[in-house]
């Protein structure tokens, strides 16, 4: 993992002020997309900073930032048994059925301009006889063409009119971002950071692929999970198609992905690609200085842009393995402000994995307010890459480090520590450490290998619990 805001992967990171384990602080640039905590679930608030990682958008239509570390070398993997390959040539068969979906009016023109192109299905030969050219057409008939259930055209039929684009406005802001249908009771998952303007007194609206709006309220949304749930207002006319969601734990390197949402508004547009990596440390952030997002993620090469986020990334059988986030654009980063933008996707995507989207929306439709899991202690942001320190000073350098009585201190961690493992996964910062954290659930006990004075020590640590994003 490479360290916040390093311009090559030889780059050391620069240092940060220490943050709770268990949150942390974002970047203090860019349109601010969500409210910040007050209190982060480490205990005490964090003190402005960057959150590490190289800058990436959030991939929110017009506005929004994602940062993420960028990647050293993808590693190996294979396919997990699934279905034929999802890019295979469809059968010829009975024709499909009424073609659904649309663009925005706004968009009209660019898909004439795209469908005129992709709908040459025919090639063209030129003959040089005295008559001039002759065009030559495909003998396929377009209304005999079927595509099989497993190929991307297959799910994308069935996933497509599940997901919907979201458009959200409060704050003096408006933005366009991505959500999937999540059950029958009409609540619809997506990012927190694409829909947390319209709770400063703003409108949220869905649209279908069919064209079919309906007004939608946030029941719940986690700021440090960076997940949300809506719920559609009036849609009882609708009959609701949840997607079907994969378990991301077994999820391997190298497996079919397919990416759905719109970006830069582009409603329905579906990209491929595979899982480049999976548990890629990545703090994503509306770049406000609000605090930054914690996951442990899917990194995938399917194109994501900015609108993508909150949308379905789906497996080669089309069930959600992630909820697309952020992203790692070229130019050098930038943003989106005035609706411009340095770069594009690189195929550097990142999704939160789908099992712990699912957990904390189950809490948020339950409570309406997150659950996060801590160690009660706070860690240094910047390092050379060997582990997470745990501070010398807590916030604000007047609070205690670890905090007295906590799961930390009752297992024996002391300011100075370097924690280099939980489990078996290897703590190279304190974002890693903040992201496997939130992987677990409070009451979890877990094992943290640490470095003091030289000598390695292994504890038992039973992870505490904090409620909410404002506390």
Same mark, same amino acid.
Request: charged share 20%.
């Given at each position: 993992m490479l360290e916040p805001r390093q311009e090559t992967p030889a780059a050391p990171p620069p240092q940060q002020p220490p943050h709770p384990a268990g949150y942390g602080q974002g970047p203090a640039q860019g349109p601010d997309l969500h409210k910040p905590p007050q209190t982060p679930p480490g205990g005490g608030m964090p003190p402005q900073g960057g959150a590490p990682g190289g800058w990436g958008w959030g991939a929110r239509g017009g506005s929004g930032y994602g940062q993420a570390?960028?990647?050293?070398?993808?590693?190996?993997?294979?396919?997990?048994?699934?279905p034929p390959n999802p890019w295979a040539m469809p059968p010829a068969g009975p024709p499909p059925g009424k073609r659904r979906g649309g663009l925005f009016a706004a968009f009209v023109a660019t898909a004439v301009v795209v469908g005129g192109v992709a709908g040459g299905l025919g090639y063209w030969a030129a003959n040089k006889g005295d008559g001039g050219t002759t065009t030559v057409s495909s003998s396929t008939d377009p209304k005999t063409l079927n595509r099989s259930p497993?190929?991307?055209?297959?799910?994308?039929?069935?996933?497509?009119?599940?997901?919907?684009t979201l458009q959200s406005?409060?704050?003096?802001?408006?933005?366009?971002?991505?959500?999937?249908?999540?059950?029958?009771?009409?609540?619809?998952?997506?990012? $927190?950071?694409? =829909? !947390?303007? +319209?709770?400063?007194? %703003?409108?949220?609206?869905?649209?279908?692929?069919?064209?079919?709006?309906?007004?939608?309220?946030?029941?719940?949304?986690?700021?440090?999970?960076?997940?949300?749930?809506?719920?559609?207002?009036g849609a009882d006319d609708r009959k609701l198609e949840p997607l079907p969601l994969a378990n991301s734990n077994e999820v391997a390197v190298g497996d079919a992905t397919i990416a759905i949402g719109a970006p830069f508004g582009l409603s329905g547009t579906v990209t491929t690609g595979i899982?480049?990596?999976? $548990?890629?440390? =990545? !703090?994503? +952030?509306?770049?406000? %200085?609000?605090?930054?997002s914690y996951m442990s993620a899917l990194q995938t090469d399917a194109s994501i842009n900015p609108g993508n986020s909150g949308g379905p990334l789906l497996d080669g059988k089309g069930a959600v393995i992630g909820v697309n986030s952020a992203i790692q654009p070229g130019g050098g980063g930038g943003g989106m402000g005035g609706g411009g933008q340095s770069g594009g996707s690189v195929g550097l995507g990142f999704a939160i994995p789908i099992n712990q989207a699912k957990r904390v929306a189950g809490q948020l439709i339950k409570t309406g307010q997150p659950v996060y899991p801590m160690i009660g202690a706070t860690v240094e942001m910047g390092g050379n890459g060997n582990g997470a320190t745990v501070a010398r000073t807590g916030e604000g350098g007047t609070d205690e480090a670890v905090t007295p009585g906590g799961p930390a201190d009752k297992a024996g961690l002391k300011p100075g520590d370097v924690i280099t493992k939980l489990d078996d996964t290897v703590i190279d910062s304190g974002p890693t450490l903040i992201g496997t954290i939130w992987t677990h659930s409070p009451g979890e006990k877990v094992q943290i290998t640490f470095e003091r004075g030289g000598d390695e020590r292994k504890v038992e640590v039973t992870l505490g619990t904090r409620k909410g994003d404002d506390q």
């Open positions: 570390p960028p990647p050293p070398p993808y590693g190996g993997g294979g396919s997990d048994g699934g497993k190929s991307v055209a297959g799910i994308a039929a069935k996933a497509v009119p599940s997901v919907v406005s409060g704050g003096g802001e408006e933005g366009t971002g991505t959500g999937f249908v999540y059950d029958k009771e009409g609540h619809i998952l997506t990012n $927190n950071h694409v =829909v !947390a303007n +319209s709770t400063r007194g %703003g409108r949220l609206t869905a649209t279908f692929s069919d064209g079919k709006k309906y007004q939608a309220k946030v029941v719940g949304e986690a700021q440090g999970y960076d997940i949300a749930v809506l719920k559609l207002k899982v480049s990596a999976k $548990n890629r440390p =990545v !703090a994503s +952030s509306d770049g406000q %200085g609000s605090k930054a």
